[in-house]
């Protein structure tokens, strides 16, 4: 058993209709791999982006549903790591 402890920036881009804000995010996520394969239910992750700059530039932003939609993004971004690293049991 392996606990994988990776850094990586992601980019999140956030399309306001008038305007599409690229928003970088660091990372910082763990994962435990034995035998070469990812154990399931042991990542966790970290994000670090400027919220108050969001929020003083567009104070009308639902913040809720940004960090949702930033949590899926690096999310994708995490499980194509892990896929590319061929941890997952296919």
Not at 13 to 39: A, Q, S, T
Not at 58 to 85: D, F, G, R
Request: with cysteine.
């Amino acid at each position: 058993m392996v606990w994988l402890l990776e850094k990586m920036i992601v980019r999140h881009h956030l399309d306001l209709g008038f305007e599409r804000v690229e928003i970088p995010i660091r990372v910082k996520f763990e994962i435990e791999v034995k035998e070469g394969v990812l154990v399931p239910d042991t990542l966790s992750f970290q994000t670090l982006y400027n919220k108050k700059a969001l929020q003083n530039r567009y104070p009308q932003l639902n913040l809720a549903s940004v960090e949702t939609a930033i949590e899926a993004t690096v999310n994708n971004h995490i499980m194509e790591y892990i896929k590319a690293c061929g941890f997952l049991n296919s």
